[in-house]
């Protein structure tokens, strides 16, 4: 009889849905990351506390992810197209997905992908996978800015509803998000 995944065996396993994978981010995927995530419009919609939303500081790979993805509490997954046929082996990345704090879904897709689904594709597989790293969690939150109506409706259609946290105050033109376990 097989033993049921260990934690930190789920933090690592791929997830595969009907069109993406989600797997964990390597070094070398660092510099497509980076192209997509430095594009203007890519940028104006992602929230970095380290960056302070300066594309400037954006000139290599190495400036704002690698930090992050090794963090053993907060899984980050590349989300990649899965290949097109059963002979091919190519990913297309498109974007990443991940928590931060343990409570905080983030994500960023690239622009050339925006409107095709697959945010919200890659939301649900790893909000499941995230219940199941976290047993003891009962509720995950995200954010998006204000004026960011696609973030909203992937949030929302991945079935969280919008709200104001206990602490009080949403930053200005942002809209916070929760999620409880079951929903």
Request: charged share 35%; hydrophobic share 35%; net charge negative.
């Given at each position: 009889?097989?033993?049921a995944p260990t934690t930190?065996?789920?933090r690592t396993a791929p997830i595969t849905t009907?069109?993406?994978v989600l797997r964990p981010i390597k070094e070398a995927d660092l510099?497509?990351?980076?192209?997509q995530r430095a594009?203007?419009?890519?940028?104006k919609w992602t929230f970095d506390v380290d960056s302070g939303d300066n594309p400037s500081k954006f000139n290599t790979p190495n400036d704002w992810l690698p930090k992050n993805i090794n963090d053993p509490k907060n899984p980050w997954f590349l989300i990649c197209l899965r290949p097109?046929?059963?002979t091919s082996t190519t990913e297309t990345i498109t974007g990443y997905i991940c928590t931060r704090f343990?409570?905080?879904?983030?994500?960023?897709?690239g622009k050339q992908f925006w409107g095709q689904g697959l945010a919200t594709e890659a939301a649900k597989a790893y909000m499941q996978r995230f219940w199941e790293i976290f047993p003891e969690k009962q509720?995950?939150?995200a954010g998006c800015h204000g004026d960011n109506k696609g973030s909203g409706r992937v949030l929302e259609k991945t079935g969280f509803q919008e709200w104001v946290p206990p602490e009080g105050k949403v930053e200005e033109d942002a809209r916070e998000f929760i999620i409880r376990r079951g929903h």
């Open positions: 009889m097989a033993s930190s065996d789920l009907q069109r993406l510099k497509e990351l980076n192209v594009d203007p419009e890519v940028l097109n046929n059963s343990e409570k905080d879904l983030g994500f960023c897709i509720e995950l939150r």
